[in-house]
């Protein structure tokens, strides 16, 4: 089944958000350079941070998702202390745009092609 252009220019957003974020070249939390993974530190789902780039972690496999301090196995180590300590900056931003209320965003056709014009 092919895909419409609108599910087919998300993917393509996804993809590139990825590769942009794993462009650190190393793990995140131990600088590992193995089997990098690109990390969403607030999900995915909310579409206001999907593509943004703070809400990125570059992390090796074992930090993303496999070891007991992993993000998605520890997600609170992950904020509380790994991102509160080497991304204040990054925390408080994503804290704030979690805390603004409004509607739940969504990019009309449009604003996603200019999200993928900045990320290429």
């Known amino acids: ?33 193995g089997h990098l993974n690109a990390h969403h530190i607030i999900s995915r789902s909310n579409y206001k941070l999907r593509w943004d780039l703070q809400n990125g972690a570059c992390l090796c496999s074992g930090h993303h998702s496999l070891c007991n301090l992993s993000a998605h196995k520890n997600p609170a180590w992950f904020m509380d202390i790994w991102l509160e300590s080497k991304r204040p900056q990054d925390k408080r931003y994503l804290i704030e745009m979690c805390q603004v209320s409004g509607p739940v965003k969504t990019y009309e056709l449009e604003e996603k092609y200019n999200r993928l014009k900045e990320l290429e």
């Not at 089944?1 to 939390?29: A, F, N, P, Q």
């Open 1 to 33: 089944m092919k895909k419409d252009g609108r599910t087919t220019l998300v993917h393509k957003l996804d993809i590139l958000w990825s590769k942009v974020v794993r462009k650190y070249g190393e793990c995140e939390v131990c600088g590992g350079i």
